[in-house]
């Protein structure tokens, strides 16, 4: 059976961490591997993290299975840090949320309801993603049985958002149609809409009759956990339907652990309800019951006001330090001869930038200085350091 399978090319990032692993070169830079860093190269446990580790240790009486919404607090926990305690649409109880085995499984559940939502149909769900989107949203998506078609976004010429393109690629969106947007921090480019764009993106939505797919993933990684949200909350204030798919990886540091949300909103409690049953129906079929380790993690901190604290506190430092790293490169390409050349980093949000060199220069980087991005030349913020970041300079001049 298994001889007609052909093989398979490395996933590109996946491979980029092995070839990292094993190359020998003492000042081998890894900015290919999407995780946030502190300055001696190390992902570490946040202390909020550690607390509730020790809390859910002592006070876990079982190991039987949760069900297929996964953890009550947790779900609410998560719905009140996307939209807010007082968001209009949890008040009108149109707001349901499932546990996800990370934002992976939360956006492939969402797919999967999107189909269900078409099946009735002749031709599958459309869902627009933007140029440049996460590599992993389109395998992710298109696995659902789902139609992708790409909307303008990031401009590497002028290194921002072409939003007169985004708009007018929108304008092609169809009634029942879906509008896939990043919530902050976009990635690959950190290009974020502003508060105006949200809205004229909004109303376009409602124009068109098509729904707005949040991915957010690094909330509280941009501006702020409120500031990152606004876009997210503006469009659920005023579009009657909306799915969200979240991740936990980031902002609480839990990439091993899995842990999303997938969030429906909808027109009226009735319908809320029925998407619900919709997404146990789903999440049933595919894993049956979620990992319960760092969603119970995440419910301790959301519910215990020292531990949120202490949990808002590591976030800004890892935030500032982001911010502080972009500034820092821009400084020290500028006076390494570069000019504005790479001035927009420093304005971009979140974990990623493209440093706008060509597969051949980011090859040279990896070949003559061990510094490892993908080809698109995407780097992760968070690899740089303040031991590293010369080095990077340095060797990144002499390829461009």
């Not at 949200?198 to 941009?222: C, S, T």
């Not at 969030?263 to 999440?283: E, P, R």
Request: glycine share 8%; hydrophobic share 40%; aromatic share 6%.
């Amino acid at each position: 059976m298994f001889d007609v399978l052909k093989a398979l090319p490395a996933d590109p990032i996946l491979n980029l961490v092995v070839e990292c692993k094993a190359d020998d070169n003492p000042n081998k830079v890894d900015l290919g591997a999407g995780v946030y860093k502190d300055e001696s190269g190390n992902t570490p446990i946040m202390a909020a993290v550690q607390a509730a580790q020790t809390q859910l240790q002592q006070e876990e009486t079982t190991k039987t299975y949760v069900s297929p919404a996964g953890l009550v607090g947790f779900n609410q926990g998560m719905i009140n840090l996307l939209l807010g305690d007082s968001h209009p649409a949890i008040k009108d109880q149109r707001v349901m949320g499932v546990q996800a085995p990370g934002g992976c499984g939360a956006l492939n559940i969402a797919g999967h309801l999107i189909k269900r939502c078409n099946q009735d149909k002749q031709v599958p769900a459309t869902v627009w993603i933007s140029t440049p989107t996460w590599a992993n949203h389109i395998p992710l998506l298109s696995s659902c049985g789902l139609q992708l078609r790409e909307y303008p976004y990031y401009d590497g010429e002028t290194h921002g958002i072409n939003f007169d393109a985004m708009m007018e690629g929108l304008q092609a969106i169809k009634a029942g149609d879906v509008v896939l947007l990043h919530g902050c921090c976009h990635n690959p480019s950190g290009a974020d809409l502003t508060q105006e764009q949200w809205r004229i993106v909004a109303a376009l939505l409602n124009e068109k009759g098509a729904m707005p797919f949040v991915d957010v993933a690094y909330q509280g990684l941009g501006d702020g956990l409120e500031q990152d949200a606004w876009g997210m909350r503006y469009l659920a204030e005023h579009c009657s339907e909306m799915i969200i798919a979240s991740s936990c990886s980031k902002n609480f540091g839990l990439y091993r652990e899995r842990v999303g949300e997938v969030v429906v909103i909808a027109k009226n409690t009735t319908a809320a309800n029925i998407s619900h049953g919709q997404l146990l129906s789903i999440a049933r079929g595919i894993y049956s019951m979620p990992p319960n380790h760092g969603a119970a993690v995440v419910d301790i901190i959301l519910h215990n006001p020292a531990l949120t604290q202490q949990w808002q506190a590591e976030l800004t430092t890892m935030r500032e330090r982001i911010a502080s790293l972009r500034v820092s490169l821009v400084s020290q390409l500028q006076a390494a001869g570069a000019g504005s050349r790479f001035d927009y980093i420093q304005h971009e949000k979140g974990m990623f930038s493209f440093l706008g060199i060509n597969p051949e220069q980011v090859l040279a980087l990896k070949e003559r200085h061990s510094i490892y991005m993908v080809n698109s030349s995407r780097i992760s913020v968070a690899g740089l350091s303040d031991r590293n970041m010369g080095y990077v300079v340095e060797s990144l001049m002499k390829v461009v």
